[in-house]
């Protein structure tokens, strides 16, 4: 038993030494393996970092070697010597560098890498964050919250500034700012080309949606995209970029749809968005971010998520010096590839400014090419005609800026007495509108109505009537061998835009049409010169087209949709092809002298003005009209959106100004003059008739101001009828004021029956003006207000009248009555029916009958003012005693009250253009019925007129 248990002990014995060995040999191995790892732990941080900086070393090499605009920091020294790339665009674009475009950095964050590092730990690695850029096909979206409004704008700006920098040659920028009206682009005035929208950006993003269908039908073809088109196109084709800040706020949905349409369709076009979203404001009904399907987002809401152990940090605008480096650099690298400035022409220096002689002709140059590019009128030096001339160019295409360049160039050539300018405006224009103070505007009509075109065509014509009866009594039969026989007379030329427009009316077709050929045929020998400017060229339903342009020998061509160019007619094959090449860039210009024949082209870049160049050359030109001391002719500002002032009436202002009143004979040789020449414009006029004028607004000409005249005989009494108020009795108070002005207090007084609402628009129109005549003019004026005071005073003014009709010395020795009934119809007493419990008529309505009929011979003219025909039937026997009132004025009306009340349908289609201008009818029964169409002075200029020339008589 013993010896069992004594075995059994060594042999456990035995397996403790045996483990004790295994665990010294495990030990021991072990020790080893630490050893080993604390040799390696020891080399690995520092091998690791070291090739973390080689890495990072490598990178900012190559980076260095990279184009600034698309990878470097903005503070970094890469701007030091910063200048715009100008190698090949095309090749850029396929080596990728305009690929992808900075957005910011991505800085290594604090994990296990950063944790390795030995060498600028505390800096860490950083590398450019990148978006994609051209031909990636995707927009830009910029999502923020309030929070990070700030910096997504900063982010925005950033990378306006790098677009320019890396394409300044080859952008366009459209910037949308609705909400912030502009202030999110302060660096928009230093972009040489941009379309800033500061209220609805549904137009500009309207014309970038029509932009990209023109491109896609007409540019692209069969090429897959914008970016890899030739460099041939790429080279006058600019790409456009839509910076769009603050958005969704203040975006219709409209604008956010077209939005979206440029973010889906426009980058295959070469049209790219970045657009600035803020996630906390709604989208209009119907719209979604989701439906941008190609949009890359930089998400700023998020600001700790990390990329792969990266923070994104995004970038702001460089310091303002940065800035003006490098639009300087960009601006330098500009004008010497493509643009000649306006003011580095070498003609237009001050010393030369009038010097130059209209006999032959005037010229002005408008850009460079290989040679000088002009337009000219007159006979160049072989004697070759160049007599009128067309000009056309899609919008975008630089034809405002050449607009300005031809003005101010012959503006700034040739004196007043040797150039005068008709200026034209389409309806919507306002092209013109600097030149209101320029010396030699004769005429300078905005937003021009197709009516008022057809009066400036008519004043043109009559001008050439005029200046042919001088050549006639010179014995010459040109202006040429006018101006040789020593006379002196400026040449005139019309500059009219959205010259079609006149005959898309139907109505007018055919007078303007004969108009403009009658100026084309005869024009040249009378020095009257056209240049006709639209979107293309010839106008649908412009009759005579051959005609006229037989005689429009200089042909303008700009910008063209490519489907236009292709079919041109007024150019040879050599012309056609050369505007085709314009693309989109503008500024290009083909000019042709020779009626379109080839040998006549001539291309090139319209010299480049700022925004501010017109106005300021504009005040230098006043500035020397005051210096000069010659004659300058008469200027006539128009614009059809609004009522003329009182004060565009000259001969009224002549008058008020002469603190004394006309004699007959004066008064006489005034009217008769005609309206060109200062005058009232009325050939009819005789002082032994004792008429009295009354003024009812501007015609649809150029001089004219209609005119209504009172003569001692029957039916000489007046209606005015329309429910505009304000327009009604604006223009009866200016008829007041012109009878007052025109007529000694001695032979004029006035008694106004005033029943318009106390307060109201209107009767305080007519207050005031009554109040300043007694004031002012000294003129008798009585103004009634009460109804039965009115009945009295008509009963009054019958009885007196009755008197006249029994003195022989009537006409000599009374002074005639201007009755005025202001809504007469409100005067119970007046009604025909409506004045006795019998119904019988009362004395007053049977005065006021006596006077229509018989009152007129006597010296007392009514005028009846009122809303409407049938408010004027209950005072006026329509159908019976219409006939008294020759003079009838209508605002719009029905067809049906137009018939019966100046026997046409005309006072029904006044405002077939729309509410503005209020224009109105006169009528004159007598001389035949033909209406006069005018627009009614605005009221709101009476008041200051007579503040202005008060004279006491």
């Known amino acids: 038993m013993a010896n069992r248990i004594t075995s059994k002990l060594d042999a456990l014995n035995r397996q403790l030494r045996e483990l004790e060995a295994e665990r010294r040999s495990v030990q021991a191995k072990l020790g080893k393996v630490a050893a080993i790892a604390n040799a390696w732990g020891a080399w690995i941080p520092r091998h690791l970092a070291a090739e973390l ?159 990209i269908r023109s491109i896609r039908a007409s540019v ?104 003006l480096g490098l639009f300087e650099a960009a601006s330098r690298a500009t004008s010497k590839r493509t ?51 067309m000009m056309a160019g899609m919008p975008g295409s630089g034809k405002s800026n050449l607009y300005h360049i031809i003005l101010l160039e012959l503006a700034t050539r040739y004196a007043p ?34 009516e008022m075109v057809c009066g400036l065509l008519d004043e043109l014509i009559r001008e050439m009537g005029r200046r042919n009866g001088l050549f006639l009594d010179r014995g010459v039969s040109s202006y040429q061998a006018f101006r040789e026989s020593g006379e002196s007379l400026p040449r005139i030329v019309l500059l009219w835009d959205e010259y079609q427009e006149v005959f898309e009316d139907e109505k007018l077709q055919q007078p303007a049409s004969e108009m403009v050929k009658r100026l084309a045929q005869q024009g040249r020998s009378a020095g009257i010169h056209m240049l006709l400017g639209s979107q293309s060229f010839g106008a649908s339903g412009m009759l005579y087209q051959a005609e006229i342009f037989n005689n429009t020998h200089m042909r303008v061509a700009m910008k063209l949709a490519a489907a236009t160019a292709q079919t041109l007619t007024e150019f040879g094959p050599q012309g056609r092809r050369a505007i085709q090449a314009f693309g989109d860039a503008p500024g290009h210009v083909l000019v ?72 007959g004979g004066e008064l006489e040789e005034l009217a008769r003059r005609p309206a060109s020449m200062g005058g009232l414009g009325c050939a009819s006029w005789s002082a032994s008739q004792r008429p009295i004028g009354l003024c009812l607004g501007q015609e649809y000409a150029v001089w004219k101001h209609a005119m209504l005249v009172f ?28 009878a007052a002005i025109l007529h000694a207090p001695t032979e004029l007084s006035i008694v ?41 005073t008509i009963v009054s003014l019958h009885a007196e009248n009755r008197e006249r009709e029994a003195t022989s010395t009537q006409d000599v020795e009374r002074p005639t009555t201007l009755l005025v009934l202001v809504e007469g119809e409100r005067v119970p007493m007046l009604r ?28 007392t003219h009514l005028l009846v003012v009122s809303s409407g025909l049938r408010s004027v039937g209950q005072i006026v026997d329509v159908r019976r005693e219409l006939a008294y009132f020759n003079h009838r004025v209508a605002l719009q009306m029905s067809e049906d009250d137009s018939y019966a009340f100046v026997g046409s349908r005309a006072a029904s289609q006044l405002q077939r253009g729309g509410a503005r201008p209020v224009s109105a009818l006169y009528v004159d029964a007598e001389a035949g019925g033909k209406g006069v169409k005018l627009r009614p002075y605005d009221a709101s200029s009476i008041r200051g007129f007579l503040e202005q020339h008060a004279n006491l008589s």
Not at 368 to 387: H, L, S
Not at 717 to 735: L, N, W, Y
Not at 839 to 858: C, D, F, V
């Open 417 to 450: 007495d040797e150039l005068q300018l008709y200026l034209i405006d389409g309806k919507k224009g306002t092209e013109f509108q600097f030149y209101k103070d320029l010396p030699h505007a004769g005429v300078v009509s905005l937003r021009t109505s197709p």
């Open 832 to 859: 025909r029916t409506g004045g006795r419990p019998s119904g019988s008529p009362h004395p007053a309505a049977n005065a006021l009958e006596s006077l229509m009929g018989a009152g007129a011979e006597a010296g």
């Open 53 to 211: 900086d080689l890495n990072a070393r490598k990178a900012a090499e190559v980076y260095s070697g990279v184009n600034p605009a698309v990878y470097a920091d903005w503070e970094g020294r890469a701007w030091d010597s910063w200048e715009p790339d100008a190698s090949r665009l095309t090749s850029r674009i396929e080596l990728g560098e305009l690929s992808y475009l900075r957005a910011g950095r991505l800085v290594e964050g604090k994990g296990a890498l950063a944790a390795l590092r030995v060498a600028d730990a505390a800096r860490g690695f950083s590398c450019p964050a990148m978006v994609p850029f051209i031909g990636k096909g995707q927009a830009v979206v910029i999502l923020h919250n309030k929070a990070t409004e700030t910096a997504a704008l900063a982010l925005l700006q950033s990378m306006l500034l790098r677009v320019y920098a890396a394409l300044p040659h080859h952008s366009h920028f459209t910037l949308l700012d609705p909400v912030g009206l502009g202030q999110a682009f302060p660096m928009q005035g230093r972009l040489p080309r941009k379309t800033e929208v500061r209220s609805d950006p549904s137009e500009a993003l309207s014309r970038v949606v029509e932009n």
């Open 220 to 323: 692209l073809g069969y090429t897959e995209g914008f970016h890899l088109l030739p460099e041939e196109t790429l080279s006058t084709q600019p790409f456009e970029f839509v910076f769009v800040a603050g958005f969704p706020r203040g975006y219709a949905t409209r604008a956010v749809e077209m939005l979206l349409n440029v973010g889906m369709s426009g980058p295959a076009a070469g049209r790219y968005p970045f657009i600035m979203m803020d996630e906390d404001q709604a989208w209009p009904h119907g719209t979604s971010i989701d439906l941008l399907e190609h949009r890359h987002v930089i998400d700023l809401t998020k600001p700790h998520e990390r990329f792969e152990g990266f923070r994104f940090e995004p970038d702001e605008p460089p310091s303002p010096s940065v800035q």
């Open 339 to 389: 643009f000649h400035t306006f003011e580095q022409h070498g003609d237009l220096s001050r010393d030369a400014w009038w010097t130059a002689n209209a006999t032959n002709g005037v010229r002005a140059t408008i850009g460079r090419g290989d040679q000088d590019i002009e337009v000219f009128f007159g006979v160049d030096d072989a004697g070759v005609p160049c007599v009128h001339g």
């Open 752 to 792: 106004v029956v005033d029943q318009m609402t106390p307060g109201s628009d209107g009767g305080q129109i007519l207050e005031q003006t009554l109040e300043l005549l007694r004031c002012a003019r000294g003129t008798g004026v009585t103004r009634v207000c009460d109804p039965d005071a009115a009945a009295e």
């Open 711 to 738: 003569r001692r005989r029957i039916g000489q009494h007046a209606i005015v009828v329309g429910a505009d108020a304000s327009a009604r009795q604006g223009m009866v108070a200016a008829m007041m004021v012109s």
């Open 592 to 663: 042709n002298d020779r009626a379109g024949a080839d040998e006549g082209n001539r291309t090139g870049r319209v010299f480049l003005l700022d925004d501010g160049q017109p106005a300021r050359r504009v005040a230098e030109l006043a500035e020397k009209e005051g210096e000069w001391g010659g004659a300058v002719s008469q200027k006539v500002v128009l614009d059809g959106s609004g009522q003329p002032p009182l004060s565009t009436n000259w001969a009224l202002t002549e008058v008020s100004r002469q603190q004394r009143c006309l004699g």
